[in-house]
């Protein structure tokens, strides 16, 4: 398994509960205790069908538990989440610091 930390894009596979609306199905998240909403525009959606969701890890709890912004946020086990695209901080290409004249 992959280190996660904070900014790191991560996926999280739900399983689907039930639909809610039209547009709108229930899903079900791994370790994390509630009922969760998603927009699923498909119309063949079954109950029990996986859907990954894709969210950006905000906090790490610690060394098993981190949060991820699924349009809210939510905490789940760092087993649950699968690395898709780790942060990679903007590079500087003007120096901080003119140089001397």
């Not at 760092?78 to 290409?93: C, D, E, Q, S």
């Amino acid at each position: 398994m992959a280190r996660i930390n904070i900014g790191d894009e991560v996926a999280i596979t739900a399983t689907v509960r039930r639909g809610v609306t039209e547009d709108r199905v229930s899903v079900s998240i791994p370790s994390y205790g509630q009922p969760h909403s998603v927009i699923d525009t498909s119309t063949n959606v079954q109950k029990g069908q996986h859907i990954e969701s894709i969210g950006n890890v905000t906090h790490l709890l610690d060394k098993n538990r981190v949060t991820v912004n699924l349009g809210i946020p939510v905490t789940v086990d760092a087993a649950v989440a699968r690395l898709v695209n780790a942060y990679k901080p903007p590079t500087r290409k003007a120096p901080l610091v003119d140089k001397p004249t």
